[in-house]
């Protein structure tokens, strides 16, 4: 199917306001600037601050993005390191109006990526899954005065979108979502408003619009209910900039109301979806470095949008009726999720349960608690190498199960991210928001990194099943498409640039059905070559 617009959907509103605002900035030139979601080398980097016992223990990294005020940052984009000074000597960061307004040209970022047989990755943002080389480009400009902030950071993605083994491929994914296996016949071009942002905040809370990527949850390589596998999408936002310190304890939340898009390449109604999600964290006083959360997404088209309380059904009590007469049809998510810091051991466990179609009542829930569930649990860990205190090796591991429980034979709850009424599933732009494995998908991660204050080289290992719930129902086979990837990863910041080098090699090992008497099984393994280049320089 052709796609329907190749240009970016921003909704006017939108567009025509972060335009003006973003005039106002140029020409007029507290602290709420945000790291977007998969910053290279910088995301990392707080996070193993933090393990390292140099960074807020509070901050729950469930919650993302970060912010300035969270991690205590005037410029959040070159940290001071942990002798204290700042890698390139100074803070991109400029005041005006007597130190009352503050303005700054952001870093701009080049992501490239190359897949010479076939579609691999996720947690990419604009990119698509494409075989060829692709790249993403953006930049812009951050500005504040008093309560008001603006971040103007528009991306524009190109993909060469070459023909692969897998265009068109019978069954796979669901018919009850907006997966295509490939964009269109030609290369894809598109503009996002990307991370951008406007806000008004005052102390730890933040009001505002944003086509920023979000995270919710603790996990590293997924989320089950919110990552930046898709592009961002437009939504409106109340959330938490830093923790908020009570007699009980620090919480952290975000509360939004968006608009998802179909991607045009796949038969499904030409409807706009409107996604109400919110996202709970909560650190006991009296159990530091413990955070426990919850997260709830609810999806509907937008003709079933007839009353107010259609636009806030994230205060609703939790139902399975969702389908019945008098019920607005809706696909609702949920999970709940945990993550203990240790900072004495200089390591983190964390874990993230979710469950797609809601129990009938108490009794489904003892009785049958691996329906329509999926879950994540990992581990990392930095150890001190002898003779020098600031070098470690790092050693993270990480699983995510996507697949259906074996009760699926009797009672069938469909692959996760598909919905039988909200036949997009949960994809925004024809690609996922929650984990980008994908629904039936199953993952096992391991990385060893050598670590250097900002700079590290490292290996690591997936071994990744595509679609379990597909081969498992249609070929009976306990597993389907199988990649097994090994890599090598490299990242290193001088002064004002960043440099992320990754190269992977991918065995891909397929189980297809063939037309023959004894329908058996077609092995069919092939090789692929990722490589993936991302730059980053600072003003």
């Avoid at 200089?346 to 108490?362: K, P, Q």
């Avoid at 329906?371 to 990992?378: D, I, K, N």
Wanted: charged fraction near 20%.
């Amino acid at each position: 199917m052709p796609r329907l617009n190749t240009q970016y959907t921003i909704s006017n509103t939108l567009h025509k306001v972060l335009l003006i605002a973003g005039l106002f900035l140029i020409t007029y030139s507290a602290k709420s600037q945000t790291l977007p979601v998969g910053t290279p080398v910088l995301e990392e980097y707080y996070r193993r601050m933090q393990l390292l016992g140099k960074l807020d223990s509070s901050i729950s990294f469930t919650v993302r993005p970060l912010s300035s005020e969270a991690l205590q940052e005037e410029d959040i984009f070159n940290p001071v390191d942990s002798a204290g000074d700042r890698a390139s000597g100074h803070s991109g960061i400029r005041t005006f109006a007597n130190g009352k307004g503050k303005f700054q040209v952001l870093p701009i970022t080049l992501q490239t990526q190359y897949n010479s047989k076939r579609p691999y990755g996720w947690n990419d943002g604009p990119m698509i899954p494409a075989r060829g080389f692709q790249t993403v480009l953006s930049a812009g400009v951050y500005g504040k005065y008093g309560p008001l902030s603006i971040q103007l950071r528009p991306e524009v993605v190109y993909a060469e979108n070459r023909s692969h083994a897998f265009d068109n491929y019978p069954g796979i994914p669901d018919a009850y979502i907006d997966l295509p296996d490939r964009f269109g016949e030609k290369s894809y071009k598109k503009l996002f408003p990307g991370q951008s942002s406007i806000r008004l905040t005052t102390g730890p809370v933040s009001l505002g619009v944003s086509s920023e990527n979000l995270w919710w949850g603790p996990g590293i390589q997924n989320s089950l209910l919110m990552s930046n596998t898709a592009p961002g999408f437009n939504h409106f936002t109340l959330n938490t900039v830093k923790p908020i310190n009570t007699e009980i304890g620090a919480f952290e939340g975000q509360l939004i109301g968006g608009r998802l898009e179909g991607s045009g390449f796949t038969d499904k109604p030409d409807d706009w979806r409107y996604l109400s999600g919110m996202t709970l964290s909560y650190q006991p006083r009296w159990i530091p470095g413990l955070f426990i959360g919850f997260t709830r997404s609810l999806q509907s088209y937008s003709k079933d949008l007839n009353e107010f309380s259609d636009y806030i059904p994230i205060f609703k009590a939790f139902s399975n009726k969702s389908n019945q007469q008098g019920q607005t049809p809706s696909d609702q998510l949920v999970s709940v999720f945990s993550r203990w810091l240790w900072k004495d051991a200089n390591a983190e466990i964390y874990l993230e349960y979710s469950r797609g179609d809601h129990a009938v009542n108490l009794r489904d829930y003892i009785i049958e608690p691996e329906h329509s569930r999926a879950y994540l649990v990992g581990f990392q860990k930095l150890i001190e190498l002898p003779g020098n205190r600031s070098e470690y090796l790092q050693l993270a591991l990480e699983g995510t199960h996507l697949t259906q429980s074996i009760n699926y034979s009797i009672r069938n709850a469909s692959s996760v991210y598909t919905h039988n009424q909200i036949v997009h599933g949960y994809t925004h732009d024809g690609q996922l928001i929650g984990a980008g494995i994908g629904p039936g998908g199953d993952l096992q991660s391991l990385q060893v990194n050598w670590i250097r204050t900002k700079n590290n080289f490292g290996v690591n290992i997936e071994r990744y099943v595509y679609n379990n719930d597909y081969f498992g129902n249609s070929f009976l086979q306990t597993e389907g498409r199988t990649y097994l990837a090994f890599g090598l990863e490299m990242m290193r910041k001088y002064k004002e640039l960043i440099l992320n080098c990754i190269i992977q090699s991918i065995i891909s090992n397929d189980r297809q059905k063939v037309a023959s008497k004894a329908a058996s099984l077609k092995h069919n393994s092939k090789g692929n070559l990722q490589a993936q280049l991302n730059i980053s320089y600072s003003f």
